[in-house]
């Protein structure tokens, strides 16, 4: 498994174009003699979102392919309950800074999310579920999914149909988090991520000389007030007992000191929960910022774009796989997790069937691995990876046993 991490580490690959690793996947069940389809997913394009939208927003729909996710089936005793178990293979444009041997070959490409690390290790339980096919009734569906950081490859292998024949009853997933040590594990029933979508905000002014503003409409001025005002959506309209977050991390006008430039754009992210919060503040970002351009006389579009839902954790199969957890690591080692406001696609598989994904430690302070995801120098304890296997595996017979 350190050897497959490693490779796949070393050849990183954007989302929808995990060509490389689907073939290394497959080449694995091959041997295997595990039965799977492969290029499931089709066209990846756009995979959620509104084509008006992406055009109003200013985004060009990614690459296509034939579609890199790969369902592979193993067959238990006889039939029984169909459990789906899923890792995602695409890495992020991010240019590496750790200084390790199996360091990314591909400047500007790295694992920096641990997808290397998941899909090895659905890998691994592939080879362990097979070799006990005597020891459950039921099926087991294998998801290796492209796209997880965008744009949404569960979603084209849930167009693919994979959810049925036989229909999935329900799934399980993982992530690593460096919350937790190598051999421990963080599951909670409830919410585990939020639903993210995107906000792109456009304001058209009129531009001119900075000396005379009186003959222009600033669209820098409409823009601070634009995002000052929805800062105060969160504070001001929602109980204070729900989540949510509203993030612009881009502001973009103008090109010189002395020029009120015509344009500004604003990009940001929009976290939440509760489907009618989800719905209160993107109503009221449009109203708000087309309403402040009508005051200050600029125009404003907004192009508001629904990504992932929520991840809801299925009560029941969180206790499966605490307890099928606690059963190989001890109970010391599994510990509850908070939700967070991150962003995961499995959360489209979550919707359509009981589901619970759990977080795998993979810290190790003494070797300096305790950076975040999506940093440039994530790095895991690759001894988590046996752990994960362990708890995924446990977890499936404890589910199909049931
Ligand atoms: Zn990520
Ligand atoms: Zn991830």
Known sequence: MRETRRYLHMNPELSLQENNTS????????????????????????????????????????????????????????????????????????????????????AGVMHAC???????????????????????????????????????GAVAMINDKILEDPQVDAAIALHVSPIWRAG??????????????????????V?????????????????????????????????????????FGMLHAGAAANVIPDNAVLHGTVRTYAPAVRDHIEKRIKEIATGIGLAMRAEVQVAYLRGYPALHNDETMAEIVREAASDVLGADNVF??????GGEDMAFVAQKVPTCMF???IANPEQGKTFAP???????????????????????LKYLNR
Do not use: W
Not at 184 to 197: C, H, T, Y
Not at 209 to 231: E, K, N
């Open 336 to 341: 509850p997790r908070k939700p967070g406001m």
């Open 207 to 247: 531009g001119g000389h900075a000396a005379r503003p009186h003959m222009c409409v600033d669209s820098t001025v409409v823009a601070s007030q634009i995002l000052l005002l929805l800062q105060t959506i969160v504070s001001r309209e929602i109980d204070p007992f729900e989540q949510a977050v509203i993030t």
């Open 23 to 106: 073939r290394l996947v497959s080449g694995h069940l091959n041997e295997l003699g595990i039965k799977h389809r492969t290029g499931v997913g089709g066209d990846g394009r756009s995979l959620y979102m509104d084509a008006d939208m992406l055009r109003l927003a200013g985004i060009t729909p990614g690459p296509t392919t034939g579609g890199t996710g790969i369902l592979g089936t193993i067959e238990g005793r006889k039939p029984g309950k169909v459990l789906l178990i899923r890792a995602d293979m695409d890495a992020l444009p991010i240019d590496e800074q750790n200084d390790v041997p199996y360091k990314s070959t591909k």
């Open 114 to 152: 641990g997808h290397d690390a998941h899909t090895t290790i659905l890998m691994g339980v592939a080879e362990m579920l097979n070799s006990r096919r005597d020891q459950f009734d039921g099926t087991v569906k294998l998801m290796f999914q492209p796209a997880e950081e965008g744009p949404g």
């Open 184 to 205: 421990q594990i963080g599951v909670s029933a409830g919410f585990s991520s939020a639903a993210s979508d995107s906000v792109h905000i456009m304001v058209k002014g």
């Open 359 to 361: 977080n795998l430690g």
């Open 374 to 396: 999506h940093h440039p120098r994530f790095d895991i304890d690759e001894d988590a990876m046996a752990t994960g296997v362990k708890v995924m595996v446990a977890s499936a």
